[in-house]
């Protein structure tokens, strides 16, 4: 083919790829119901820049790596053009289809949704009619041909020199490119909402983060809607709750509420011997043999604590700057707030979602090492009970960080020996003794058990016991390589060992009991609004949990983020997990892989649950 020929063909599909992006962008309009601007003029330049630059950026990939190779290869124009038809026409197809399965899902398609269709389970999800598919193929066969025309049409003029100005086209769309990544740089550190929020929806769209460099130049969070009602704007994503709650008999809420969390905290330390002080409390209290948290991360666990849902809707969550009703009614009932954490309340973002609008919320407690500020948080919530005159019941939140960082004071006893003085994970492998590394998490349990040892006790001693519900758990498990696969810590996987926490119940008027049953983090909020505050509204109206005193049987559980999570199903013990490229594994409890195909119906009824609480 002579070079003038090839030059044309190049040309022409760069000019042709150009126009079907265009047809792209148009397609992507579907996702705009789901963007949120609130009338903010910079938000609507950002969201127009970056849909132009993604979706051409997108078509300039397929030119390049399906197109170029071609036109060395194929001289014939006829077929060039069916080609460059046939690509773009399945390129387009497939973006249609996401804008449908984004409807139905929330999530776009990744090799997770492909297996679901492709690995059987399509059959058993969706009923389609003969004539649907007739009709899908027809319109295939139009697109495809017009989009042939098209390509006929785009090689003419480009041969007769109409098509002009290509380079300040590619400039124009560099400084488009740029100016967005370089504007969401800016937004996320400073917490520009409706910018961060309008870059969740679009396929393959990862805008840049720096986050920790801006802030080290100098470039703080200035939160526009810090004192905006949150409840005044437009939230177009997110319908939580679902409808407003009702309650009744009112004037009977006496209740103090306290929730104390260890982070980390192994399901196995809940012991006579590593928790004395809390195994001491927990004898005549409600325990929970079989409890999981909502996430096998402090950021998933938390918001599942605190929302009752799974940590998929954190960045909308986050974003929208919607707080948790559980909070909503505190403050509804006038409760007064003691809320203590040893590591920041601000990584990750708490104070912009769990505790967003709340005032007088101290977001970081003083002391350089992890076991001084769980010292201070125990002086500052004892000093707050013996000071409190309000006269209101009050929400308590302590949240200790030790067991988290394997850090005790050097003076304080070491009961379990022999234990690392200084923590090695280089030495953590498959084949090595975990004992000593065991024994420095056990003794930071202890030396933790020991602090909440004096809220409980300075709790008896002002007979606050007696009025108030406690909850001493954590936000979720830790794992010492007990399945054999070389997993340490958390965040890894969806064994028990990384979701299973100690879960214990003091409440007054309730006899003691020992639940065997499964429980979550997601019946916690549901429990306390129905029996404290005598919410009447449905628990499926604002959660997914159920009263933690319900018998009826949990069927299958999700666990994780958007990135990173998994379907539990409880009856046939399995685990299917979804990672952050879109694939798939099943095993099973302990983490055996399975050579099994996952149940379609269970992860369609899943994701079609975590959709729940989103408006469209």
């Given at each position: 083919m002579p070079v003038t020929e090839r030059k044309l063909n190049l040309k022409a599909g760069a000019w042709y790829f150009l126009s079907i992006a265009v047809l792209a962008i148009c397609i992507a309009s579907r996702y705009f119901k789901y963007m949120q601007t609130d009338g903010d003029w910079f938000t609507v330049i950002y969201l127009f820049s970056a849909t132009v630059s993604h979706f051409i950026m997108l078509l300039i990939i397929v030119y390049a790596v399906l197109f170029i190779p071609i036109v060395f290869l194929i001289r014939n124009k006829t077929i060039l053009h069916w080609y460059v038809a046939l690509i773009s026409a399945l390129t387009l197809l497939l973006l249609l289809l996401d804008t449908y399965v984004f409807?139905?899902?929330?999530?776009?398609?990744?090799?997770?949704?492909?297996?679901?269709?492709?690995?059987?389970?399509?059959?058993?999800?969706?009923?389609?009619?003969?004539?649907?598919?007739?009709?899908?193929?027809?319109?295939?066969?139009?697109?495809?041909?017009l989009l042939f025309l098209l390509a006929k049409f785009i090689w003419r003029i480009t041969a007769k020199g109409v098509l002009k100005h290509g380079k300040g086209i590619a400039y124009l769309m560099v400084a488009l490119f740029l100016f967005t990544q370089f504007t969401h740089v800016w937004a996320s550190a400073v917490s520009y909402r409706t910018i961060q929020q309008s870059s969740l929806y679009y396929p393959l769209f990862f805008p840049l983060k720096a986050n920790k460099l801006l802030a080290k130049m100098g470039v703080k969070s200035n939160d526009r809607y810090k004192d905006i009602n949150m409840d005044e704007l437009d939230n177009n994503t997110l319908h939580y709750p679902l409808t407003k709650l009702e309650f009744k008999n009112t004037d009977s809420?006496?209740?103090?509420?306290?929730?104390?969390?260890?982070?980390?905290?192994?399901?196995?330390?809940?012991?006579?011997?590593?928790?004395?002080?809390?195994?001491?409390?927990?004898?005549?209290?409600?325990?929970?043999d079989r409890h999981y948290s909502g996430s096998n991360g402090t950021r998933?666990?938390?918001?599942?604590l605190f929302y009752s849902l799974p940590s998929l809707y954190w960045n909308d969550f986050l974003y929208s700057r919607t707080i948790p009703v559980f909070m909503d009614v505190l403050q509804k009932f006038k409760y007064t707030h003691a809320i203590y954490a040893s590591a920041p309340l601000t990584s990750p973002e708490f104070d912009k979602t769990v505790f967003a609008g709340m005032k007088d919320v101290r977001l970081k407690t003083p002391g350089s090492k992890f076991y001084e500020r769980d010292i201070q948080i125990t002086k500052d919530f004892c000093n707050w009970i013996d000071t409190n005159t309000t006269g209101n019941p009050f929400f308590g939140f302590l949240f200790y960080d030790t067991p988290h960082n394997y850090n005790i004071p050097p003076q304080f006893t070491h009961p379990f020996q022999p234990y690392w003085d200084v923590i090695d994970f280089s030495k953590l492998s498959n084949d090595c003794d975990p004992t000593e590394f065991y024994n420095s998490y056990k003794n930071t349990v202890w030396f933790t058990d020991s602090l909440i040892g004096q809220v409980l006790n300075r709790l008896k001693e002002k007979n606050l016991t007696e009025n108030t519900v406690i909850i001493i758990s954590s936000d979720h498990g830790q794992e010492f390589n007990e399945n054999k696969k070389n997993y340490w810590g958390h965040t890894s996987n969806f064994s028990k060992y990384q979701l299973q926490v100690p879960f214990i119940l003091s409440w007054p008027g309730k006899q003691p009991a020992h639940i065997k049953k499964f429980t979550s983090h997601y019946d916690v909020v549901p429990t306390l609004l129905h029996d404290v505050f005598r919410c009447t509204t449905g628990y499926d109206r604002y959660s997914f949990g159920k009263n933690l005193f319900d018998t009826t049987e949990t069927k299958s559980f999700v666990a994780g983020s958007r990135e990173h999570f998994a379907v539990i199903d409880l009856q046939k013990n399995r685990i299917n997990t979804v990672y952050f490229n879109g694939m798939m594994s099943v095993t099973d409890m302990q983490l055996n892989?399975?050579?099994?195909?996952?149940?379609?119906?269970?992860?369609?009824?899943?994701?079609?649950?975590?959709?729940?609480?989103?408006?469209?």
């Open positions: 409807d139905l899902y929330r999530f776009h398609i990744n090799g997770f949704v492909l297996n679901l269709v492709f690995g059987g389970a399509f059959s058993e999800i969706f009923i389609l009619d003969a004539i649907l598919y007739i009709k899908a193929i027809s319109a295939f066969v139009v697109t495809l041909m809420v006496k209740l103090n509420i306290l929730w104390i969390l260890i982070d980390a905290w192994q399901y196995e330390t809940f012991t006579k011997e590593i928790s004395p002080n809390i195994y001491s409390f927990a004898q005549d209290k409600i325990t929970f998933g666990g938390i918001f599942s892989e399975l050579k099994e195909k996952p149940d379609g119906q269970l992860m369609n009824n899943a994701l079609l649950e975590l959709k729940r609480f989103y408006r469209n």
